[in-house]
């Protein structure tokens, strides 16, 4: 049985390091992480002429001295049918995201590509996810443990 001494003893070798270890490290880099809204003329997203406002932004990147990032925050969205303003919709996707873009509450995909992970549209994955692109930076996976909206761009679209 170890004695109380050598117990004491490595405890406090072990707060030494620990001490020790923040000391050597870079403070992170923390700044605002802007968004601004616009008009998808074209249809590319949703198939017909939307508009995409910031209703709340109050995120930051935090980026620690090893290239790792954190972005924390409010971020919500409305999204209108331009032809039709009374057809709208406003996501909160406030959530942390970590390197890797993994997140661990909600996520919105704002994909223009059909061949994209869920094909073009407005998604909100909620639980853990994390996105995987192909060489041309196109996300084309997003593995996650949770669930993904339906194309939020079917509930402001005209009837």
Known sequence: MPSRRSAVAALVAVSAL???APAGAAKPAREP???EGFVDDAGIICGFPIAID??????TLTTFSDGNFLITGVFKATFTNVADPSRTIRVNASA???TGETS??????????????????IYLVRGKSAAVRDEEGRIVEVPLNGTVSGNLCDLIASP
């Open 18 to 20: 620990v001490a020790v």
């Open 54 to 59: 910031i209703a709340q932004n109050k995120e």
């Open 104 to 121: 661990t509450g909600p996520q919105l995909y704002i994909l223009a590509d059909p061949e994209e992970a869920f094909g073009a549209g």
């Open 96 to 98: 942390a995201s970590r």
């Open 33 to 35: 992480l802007p968004a």
